[in-house]
């Protein structure tokens, strides 16, 4: 499950339009878009993995389901001053524990 994440983050191009870097880019809140995006489509990720619901309760409210990482991306962004860095470190830590 790990490997196909990280294979649709390849064949998606995510890891190329990260590079864009807009101005007002943000690279935390994009990977936990990206991640949002995929992980509705794998079964079998760790628990630790960012979930739809996991996006919702950051920006607490209902998200479309199985939609882009462009709209998960502006869902964040629209919420993103009110949000603690630690709240989207918290999403995406790729420790194991």
């Known amino acids: 499950?790990?490997?196909?994440?990280e294979i649709l983050h390849l064949l998606l191009d995510h890891c190329t339009d990260a590079i864009?870097?807009?101005?007002?880019?943000?690279?935390r809140a994009y990977n936990v878009a990206t991640d949002c995006a995929i992980n509705q489509h794998i079964?079998?990720?760790p628990s630790m993995?960012?979930?739809?619901?996991?996006?919702?309760?950051?920006?607490?409210k209902s998200?479309?389901?199985?939609?882009?990482?462009?709209?998960?991306y502006a869902q964040i962004m629209a919420k993103l001053d009110e949000l603690e860095k630690s709240d989207l470190?918290?999403?995406d830590d790729h420790e194991l524990e």
């Open 89 to 91: 470190d918290s999403l």
């Open 49 to 60: 993995g960012i979930t739809l619901e996991s996006v919702e309760r950051l920006v607490g």
């Open 1 to 5: 499950a790990v490997i196909k994440h």
């Open 63 to 72: 998200l479309d389901s199985k939609s882009t990482s462009d709209y998960y």
């Open 43 to 45: 079964d079998g990720l």
């Open 20 to 27: 864009k870097n807009s101005k007002g880019f943000n690279s």
